[in-house]
Every structure is written in C-alpha cells, then in structure tokens.
C-alpha cells in the first residue's frame, strides 16, 4: 500500500545501515548477517532475561535499588532487563537503551575480561565521552580502574555518568567462566554510600552467582 518511492528510501536505509544488501544481478534485497546478528543478540537476551528476572526481583526486594542487567554487544552495553527502585528519583534507562562503556558500572564490569589489546577498539566508536569531572577521559585511567574491578569483583560508577547517582556492576558468567552480562544497582550518593557499597556489592555478587547456577544443567535423576 506504500508508494514505491516510498518504499525505496525505507530499502535504501536500511542498506546503508547494512542491514540488507542488494544483489546486483536480481535488483533483489535480501538480509545481511547484521540483522541476524540482531535477532541472535534478542533472543539470547531474552533468555538471559527469563532466566535471571527472579534473581533481580529479589535483589530489588533486598536493596530497594533499581536493578538493571545488560549485555555487551559491539561498543555498547545493551540494557535487557529493569526493575525500577523505590525511590522517587526515576533513572533515564529503559530496556533496549544503550549505554557507554567507560562510565556507568554495568558497561565495566561487562569490560572486566576483555584483552587490553582490544579494549581500545572497544571504546574507540563512541570515545571517551565527558560527562563531568568524574568521567574517566583516558585508557589509561579506564585500564586502571578495571584492574581493580577484577581484584574486586565489582565495578562502580561513583557519579561518572551522572552528578548525586551512584552504581555497582558486576559481571554475570557462564559455567565457563566466560562473562555473557552484567548486573548493576543503581540509586543516589544518599542511597548507596561509600560506607555501603562493599555489603551492597556482596549482594550484588551472589545474585550474579545464583543467575550463572541457572545455566548449569540439572542432574538427571536414575
């Protein structure tokens, strides 16, 4: 029902976007591996999601906090699941949102195990954008402060991205060891304090833990 102009323009963004491709021969388009690579990213997300929703339910029940999980696609990590905090201070994230690597808890601790070799390629698209004056600006603060993430086994965003919110991120791994997300919580300086963070991170940690026990599989009974 469209006009074919229309309809053009629509084909011809979503091929410079690269998610289709043209073949010459026919005229023809046809899906490029970029949008399976979407569809793949949307349904390991929701499995993710399913599985570690009770988790994050009970964390939220636990700390009042808002809870989010993500997961590292690209450049970016991938909000896929929320679960809104009691406080009155409403965070602007939403599932679906992408958010930066270098300063929110969640995009470093999805960072903790990637090789120092291609963690500049990692930042590189969207750099090292400056939020305030608490914002890591360079890679070598960025490497700096992931050494400590893993000596820790926590990430934390002490007002990077925004000035009076504070989160804690913590990677989510496979039975493999591999990290397939992150968790995060996430309130105001008031809500999480310096005095607080190392309980709430512990928290934090054995939700993570739980969520990675759920891709273990069951025995089989005799």
Request: net charge positive.
């Amino acid at each position: 029902g469209l006009l074919k102009s229309s309809v053009h323009c629509i084909l011809v963004t979503l091929q410079r976007q690269n998610y289709l491709t043209r073949n010459e021969a026919t005229g023809r388009y046809v899906f490029s591996p970029k949008l399976f690579s979407l569809a793949n990213m949307a349904i390991s997300g929701l499995k993710l999601r399913e599985q570690g929703m009770p988790y994050l339910l009970a964390l939220n029940q636990k700390t009042a906090l808002t809870v989010h999980m993500a997961i590292l696609r690209q450049n970016e990590a991938v909000i896929i699941a929320k679960v809104e905090g009691a406080s009155v201070t409403r965070l602007a994230t939403w599932v679906g949102k992408r958010m930066e690597l270098h300063c929110t808890s969640i995009g470093k601790a999805l960072l903790a195990d990637v090789p120092q070799d291609q963690l500049r390629q990692k930042i590189k698209p969207r750099g090292f954008t400056r939020h305030n004056e608490n914002t890591i600006a360079s890679l070598k603060r960025l490497q700096e402060d992931l050494a400590k993430v893993v000596q820790r086994g926590y990430a934390i965003d002490d007002e990077e991205d925004e000035i009076g919110l504070r989160c804690i991120g913590v990677p989510v791994r496979h039975p493999t060891g591999a990290v397939i997300a992150a968790i995060s919580i996430a309130g105001t300086t008031t809500q999480i304090t310096a005095d607080s963070v190392h309980q709430l991170a512990e928290q934090l940690k054995n939700t993570a833990a739980a969520i990675s026990q759920t891709f273990v599989p069951a025995p089989s009974t005799p």
